[in-house]
C-alpha cells in the first residue's frame, strides 16, 4: 500500500492533519496503536481532558462544534482556582466555559473518526516497529502490515517511535506526572461539579 502521507499517532495533532491533508487532494494513512470502535478509542489516555476555548477556533473543517461538544464533553468549568502551597488560593469566574472536559479516548476517537469520514485511511490497532528510507520513499512497519509512503509525520506523542527510529530524539527533561480518577462524595462533588483547580504545590 503507498500514500502520499503517513501519520504516526492518531491523536488530535494526528488526525487534525489528516483531515487537512486528504481535503487537499493527498492519500493519508494514519497508524494508531489504540483500536477505534463507535468513534472512542479502546484505551484510556491519562490527561486531564480540558479543553479550553481556543480549541475550538482549530477544529478541523467539517466538524459541527455543537455536536463535538454534546459526543464527547461531559462538564463545563465556569470558575478556574489556582492555589499555591496549599495555602494562598484565587478564583477566576466566568460566564462562559473557561473548559469543558472530557475524556481523552473519546476526544482522540471523534478526531479520528471524522478524519476517516473525510478520506484518511485509519490503520488503527497496530503497533509500529520500523521506519527505514528505501529508494526516496518511506517504509513503515507495523505488528502486521507494511506501507509506503512519501513523508511521514510523528504525531506520537513525546516518546515518538518515529523519531527513535529515524534517530531524531532531542533531549528531554523527565519529570514525573499521574492522574486520578476517584470517587468522591455528592457534596463534594456539587461543589467542584463547575470548578476546576490548578495546585501549584508546596514552595
Not at 485509519?122 to 526516496?136: I, P, R
Not at 513503515?140 to 513523508?151: C, G, H, R, V
Not at 531524531?168 to 463534594?188: G, H, N, Y
Request: net charge neutral; with cysteine.
Amino acid at each position: 500500500m503507498q500514500y502520499d502521507v503517513a501519520i504516526v499517532g492518531g491523536g488530535p495533532a494526528g488526525s487534525t492533519l489528516a483531515t487537512l491533508l486528504v481535503q487537499a487532494g493527498m492519500r493519508v494513512a494514519v497508524i494508531e496503536k489504540r483500536a477505534l470502535k463507535d468513534r472512542v478509542y479502546d484505551a484510556v489516555k491519562p490527561c486531564g481532558g480540558g479543553l479550553d476555548a481556543r480549541f475550538w477556533d482549530y477544529l478541523p473543517p467539517g466538524i459541527v462544534a455543537v455536536d463535538f461538544k454534546n459526543t464527547v464533553c461531559q462538564h463545563s468549568v465556569y470558575t478556574l482556582v489556582v492555589r499555591y502551597g496549599g495555602k494562598h488560593q484565587a478564583a477566576h469566574d466566568s460566564d462562559v466555559p473557561i473548559l469543558m472536559m472530557g475524556m481523552r479516548n473519546q476526544i482522540d476517537g471523534y478526531l479520528a473518526w471524522h478524519a476517516t469520514e473525510q478520506g484518511a485511511t485509519l490503520m488503527d490497532n497496530q503497533k509500529l516497529k520500523a521506519v527505514t528510507l528505501e529508494n526516496g520513499r518511506y517504509r513503515l512497519t507495523t505488528n502486521s502490515m507494511s506501507i509506503k509512503a512519501d513523508m511521514v509525520v510523528g504525531a506520537d506523542g513525546a516518546h515518538s517511535m518515529v523519531a527513535q527510529h529515524l534517530g531524531i530524539m532531542p533531549k528531554r527533561k523527565v519529570f514525573l506526572a499521574s492522574e486520578w480518577e476517584c470517587d468522591t462524595a455528592q457534596m463534594k462533588w456539587a461543589e467542584w461539579e463547575r470548578r476546576s483547580l490548578i495546585d501549584i504545590g508546596d514552595p
